[in-house]
C-alpha cells in the first residue's frame, strides 16, 4: 500500500521544535541583527514504496540543567524560520493531522514512567515525546518488521516491544513534518540494531568472520555494480538474513526520500560505524583492552553518527553538501555523536556487566588502564561525557555564529535535539537500562 503524499511546505512550524537546541544558539543569536542568508532550496521527498518482501532486487542506488537559558531578543525570529527573498523552501512543513491515522491497538512496551538521571551527567531535559506520534510510529515500524523484512522471531516480540524505537525517534526527531520522515529514521535505526545484535553481540553475534557480514551487508546499503552473470547472486544474497533484509528496506526507503548527496552522506557514515565494529571485534579476539584513547577513537566510529546525519532527510530539507563537509560542521557532528555514545556506555553499564563474556565500554577501560575502582572509573566517564557535551554545545554556537545559513541554523537545532532525545530515551526506558549503586 503506497504511504500518503507529503505535504507541501508551509510557513508554521511545530511548536515542540522551538523548544529544542535553545542552549546551542542562544548565545549565537545575539549576533543576528540582518536577515540570514538563503540557502538551499527545499526537496519534497519522493513517496517511499514498499519494496517487495520476496522478490530479490537490489536496492536503490554537571548537574542536570534545569531548563534553557532565556533567549536572546533575536532568538525567537532565528527559531520561527528564514524569511526573505529565497528562503520559505527553507520553512518548516506542517505538520500532518493526528486524526488521519488509524487508530492502532496498544501493543506491550517499555516502562517509561521516568527513569532516573545519571547523577551528575550534563544534560537538557526535553517534553515527552507526542504519544499519538509514538503509537503511530510503534505501530509502523513492528509491522514492517514482521510482514516486509520479518526481522525477528516470535520470541524476540518482547525485546522488540520494550526497545521502544517510536518514543525514541519521536524524542529525537521533534521537527519531523510527518510521521512517513519519521519513518525514515525509525527503519534505519532497527535495522542498525539488527546488525549489531545478530552480527556482533546479543543474538548469535561474533567477532569471528564478521569483516565479511559487515562488507556483505554494507552491500545492501551502497549496491554492487558487477557483471550480469553475478548480478542475480548479489541480489539474492540481500535476503540472507534479517540484518540484510532490514538494510535493504531501510535504504530503499531512505534514498526515495532522499537526495543522492544525503544518501551518500548515510552511506559514507555508516561504513563508519562497520569500521568501529571491526575495532571492537579485533579487540575481543584478542582479549585486549585498549588504552583509553584508543577505546575513544573506536567509539567516534562505532557510535550513533549516523542518526543525526541525517537530520535534515528526516526534517524534509537538505543541508547542501559543501556546508555540510565544511570542518566546523564535521567536528559538531563527531562531538555529537561522541557524547551521546557515551551517554550508552553510562545507561547500559549494568546491562553489559550482567551479560556473558567481557563488554567495553568507558568505564570499564577507564578502571581497566588507570586502575581506577568501579566507583571511580564510572564517575570520571560521567565528566568524560559533560566535557563533549559542553565542547558540542560551544563549537555548535561558533558555527552558528559564523555561518548564519538558515539550513544550518535548522541543521543544528536537529543535532541538538536529538542529542537530548537520545539522552531521553536513555534514561527513561526503564526495561534496558538500570543505574549502578555508586552514589
Given at each position: 500500500?503506497?504511504?500518503?503524499?507529503?505535504?507541501?511546505?508551509?510557513?508554521?512550524?511545530?511548536?515542540?521544535?522551538?523548544?529544542?537546541?535553545?542552549?546551542?544558539?542562544?548565545?549565537?543569536?545575539?549576533?543576528?541583527?540582518?536577515?540570514a542568508v538563503p540557502g538551499s532550496p527545499h526537496r519534497t521527498p519522493a513517496v517511499p514504496t514498499p519494496?517487495?518482501?520476496s522478490a530479490p532486487a537490489p536496492p536503490p542506488p554537571g548537574a542536570t540543567a534545569a531548563g534553557a537559558p532565556a533567549p536572546a531578543p533575536d532568538l525567537d525570529r532565528i527559531l520561527r524560520g528564514p524569511s526573505g527573498l529565497g528562503t520559505a523552501g527553507l520553512r518548516l512543513i506542517l505538520r500532518e493531522d493526528p486524526a488521519a491515522y488509524s487508530s492502532p491497538a496498544s501493543s506491550p512496551s517499555a516502562d517509561t514512567s521516568g527513569g532516573r538521571p545519571v547523577p551528575g551527567l550534563y544534560h537538557h531535559p526535553v517534553p515527552e515525546p507526542d504519544p499519538v506520534r509514538v503509537e503511530e510510529v510503534s505501530r509502523r515500524i513492528k509491522s514492517w518488521a514482521l510482514d516486509e523484512v520479518s526481522l525477528y522471531p516470535?520470541?524476540?516480540?518482547?525485546?522488540?516491544?520494550?526497545?521502544?524505537?517510536?518514543?525514541?525517534?519521536?524524542?529525537?526527531?521533534?521537527?519531523?513534518?510527518?510521521?512517513?520522515?519519521?519513518?525514515?529514521?525509525?527503519?534505519?535505526?532497527?535495522?542498525?540494531?539488527?546488525?549489531?545484535?545478530?552480527?556482533?553481540?546479543?543474538?548469535?553475534?561474533?567477532?569471528?568472520?564478521?569483516?565479511?557480514?559487515?562488507?556483505?551487508?554494507?552491500?545492501?546499503?551502497?549496491?554492487?555494480?558487477?557483471?550480469?552473470?553475478?548480478?542475480?547472486?548479489?541480489?539474492?544474497?540481500?535476503?540472507?538474513?534479517?540484518?540484510?533484509?532490514?538494510?535493504?528496506s531501510a535504504m530503499t526507503y531512505f534514498v526515495q526520500a532522499a537526495s543522492?548527496?544525503?544518501?551518500?552522506?548515510?552511506?559514507?557514515?555508516m561504513a563508519r560505524l562497520h569500521l568501529g565494529y571491526l575495532a571492537e571485534?579485533?579487540?575481543?579476539?584478542?582479549?585486549?583492552?585498549?588504552?583509553?584513547?584508543?577505546?575513544?577513537?573506536?567509539?567516534?566510529?562505532?557510535?550513533?553518527?549516523?542518526?543525526?546525519?541525517?537530520?535534515?532527510?528526516?526534517?524534509?530539507?537538505?543541508?547542501?553538501?559543501?556546508?555540510?563537509?565544511?570542518?566546523?560542521m564535521q567536528r559538531v557532528i563527531a562531538l555529537a555523536g561522541n557524547a551521546t555514545?557515551?551517554?550508552?556506555?553510562?545507561?547500559?553499564?549494568?546491562?553489559?556487566?550482567?551479560?556473558?563474556?567481557?563488554?567495553?565500554?568507558?568505564?570499564?577501560?577507564?578502571?581497566?588502564?588507570?586502575?581506577?575502582s568501579d566507583r571511580e572509573a564510572y564517575l570520571k566517564s560521567v565528566e568524560v561525557h559533560n566535557d563533549l557535551m559542553r565542547d558540542f554545545e560551544r563549537e555548535a554556537s561558533a558555527l552558528a555564529e559564523s555561518c548564519p545559513?538558515?539550513?544550518?541554523?535548522?541543521?543544528?537545532?536537529?543535532?541538538?535535539?536529538?542529542?537530548?532525545?537520545?539522552?531521553?530515551?536513555?534514561?527513561?526506558?526503564t526495561y534496558r537500562y538500570s543505574l549502578p549503586d555508586f552514589w
Open positions: 500500500m503506497p504511504v500518503p503524499e507529503l505535504p507541501p511546505p508551509q510557513s508554521s512550524v511545530p511548536g515542540a521544535a522551538s523548544h529544542f537546541g535553545m542552549h546551542v544558539l542562544a548565545a549565537a543569536a545575539r549576533t543576528f541583527g540582518a536577515e519494496p517487495s518482501a516470535d520470541d524476540w516480540e518482547e525485546q522488540f516491544d520494550g526497545f521502544s524505537v517510536g518514543r525514541y525517534m519521536v524524542a529525537c526527531h521533534p521537527d519531523a513534518p510527518t510521521v512517513d520522515h519519521l519513518m525514515l529514521a525509525t527503519r534505519l535505526m532497527v535495522a542498525e540494531n539488527a546488525v549489531d545484535d545478530c552480527y556482533c553481540e546479543d543474538h548469535g553475534g561474533s567477532p569471528v568472520g564478521l569483516g565479511e557480514r559487515l562488507l556483505l551487508a554494507h552491500t545492501a546499503l551502497d549496491p554492487l555494480h558487477t557483471t550480469k552473470e553475478y548480478q542475480p547472486s548479489w541480489a539474492k544474497s540481500l535476503h540472507a538474513d534479517a540484518p540484510r533484509r532490514a538494510y535493504r543522492p548527496s544525503q544518501a551518500d552522506r548515510l552511506r559514507h557514515d571485534a579485533a579487540w575481543a579476539q584478542l582479549d585486549h583492552v585498549p588504552e583509553v584513547w584508543e577505546y575513544l577513537a573506536m567509539r567516534q566510529f562505532n557510535n550513533f553518527r549516523p542518526c543525526p546525519t541525517i537530520t535534515d532527510t528526516v526534517g524534509g530539507y537538505e543541508l547542501p553538501a559543501d556546508l555540510h563537509a565544511r570542518q566546523a555514545t557515551i551517554v550508552n556506555d553510562l545507561y547500559s553499564y549494568t546491562k553489559e556487566l550482567d551479560s556473558p563474556g567481557q563488554h567495553l565500554n568507558l568505564p570499564v577501560v577507564i578502571a581497566e588502564r588507570e586502575g581506577l545559513v538558515p539550513s544550518v541554523q535548522r541543521f543544528l537545532r536537529g543535532v541538538a535535539a536529538w542529542v537530548d532525545g537520545n539522552h531521553h530515551w536513555h534514561q527513561s526506558n
